[in-house]
């Protein structure tokens, strides 16, 4: 039997003036999530690993999880934190999933990024690598 996992480890930089509101948001976020889950029964979790940083060298969000990543949670978080907050720039989350057996079609992953008030950006290598060859293929046939 073949198990498949989703890990990611992701980090959100806050201003250390924020950082108790980034507290706010991420439990904000943890009932948002609660919500979403209570629909899928009465047995599903969040898969997160989350802390609230703030030490002298940096202050933040750490994201992470190592065999049962939910990237749909973890952009509910980052939307959360990076709205909440008014934070500029661009906020990305990779992950990898994997299986425990060399079987194809199992290994992949994928990626979004988001900004304050802009829809966030799903991404899969796989994909987007097919869609950027056909692409290349096409401007050589033009």
Known sequence: MANNYCASATWVDVPKEK???AEKAVESAKAKI???LASQGPDAETSLEIEVLD????SGV??????????DQAEILIR???ELLELEGLFSCSWAGYCSKLRTGEFGGGAFALS???DTVWIEPEQEARIQLKAGNDKQGA
């Open 55 to 58: 030490t002298d060298s940096e």
């Open 116 to 118: 304050k008030g802009v």
């Open 80 to 82: 959360e934190i990076v």
């Open 34 to 36: 609660a919500e979403t």
């Open 19 to 21: 950082i108790k509101l």
């Open 62 to 71: 750490w994201i992470g999880q190592d065999e049962y990543f939910d990237p």
